[in-house]
């Protein structure tokens, strides 16, 4: 391998940082849980990278059971968005406050 | 090697910035299906290949369909984030960078510590990909799985619930 690890752990780690600021400035729930996803797929990068660089297949199992909890997050949280979309609310995460009263 | 790298960073990268940038949201589903494409051929780098198969099959076949299925069907404007509040981008983007700033600094030039353990590229080739890594999963992460299996379970359950219930 003529790549060090740690350029995929810096390439994991600006991915993770880039849906950070997704999360934190997007307000629409839709692309909110894309940058989630954007997150998650970073954290399977480090998890791969890590397991090739130590001769481990440790990183690998966990990166599908990341894949696996990613698609049962989606499968409900979109649920919800659509719940929300029929109830007549707005799709800005601002205006959905009802859990604070 | 590296270049093959170099051209799968920049991709990702450049991807990255469209799914957390562009203004509508079945751009932002495309960057991220481009870019979960491009993360699937890292893995192949990264001689995961049962990974990238399952990358492209979960990631970037079912959950984005399900994502551009549902902006097809409930078709929200694009977003009204950008021209609201500049205080936010910024301060978004500034803890953004703080953040990888940090990430970098922790991580720069630094080997990973922890002994190698028995699962060479050849070992595992040898083997075959994919046997090595369900050997794994049924063996070593037997417990998670039937774990994750559960959570599927209920996972499927929740979202027919949900989609039953009258919204008030």
Known sequence: ?101 | MAVAFAVLAAWLLVTGIGVVASRRPIYNALFLVANMLGLAVVFLILNAQFLFAAQIIVYAGAVMVLFVFIIALLNPESDVTVGRSRSEWLLGGLSGAVFAALLIVLLANRDLGGRPGPFTPEVINHAGNVQSTGTALYTTFLLPVEVTSVLLLVAAVGAVYLAMRKPR
Do not use: H
């Open chain 1, 1 to 101: 391998m003529g790549v060090p690890a740690y350029y995929f752990l810096w390439l994991s780690g600006v991915l993770f940082t880039l849906g950070a600021i997704g999360v934190l400035i997007r307000r629409n729930p839709l692309v909110i849980f894309m940058c989630i996803e954007l997150m998650l797929n970073a954290v399977n990068l480090a998890f791969a990278a890590i397991s090739r660089y130590l001769n481990s297949l440790d990183g690998v199992a966990f990166a599908f059971l990341v894949i696996t909890v990613s698609a049962a997050e989606v499968v409900v949280g979109i649920a919800i968005i659509v719940q929300v979309y029929r109830a007549g609310r707005a799709m800005d995460v601002d205006e959905m406050d009802l859990m604070k009263e």
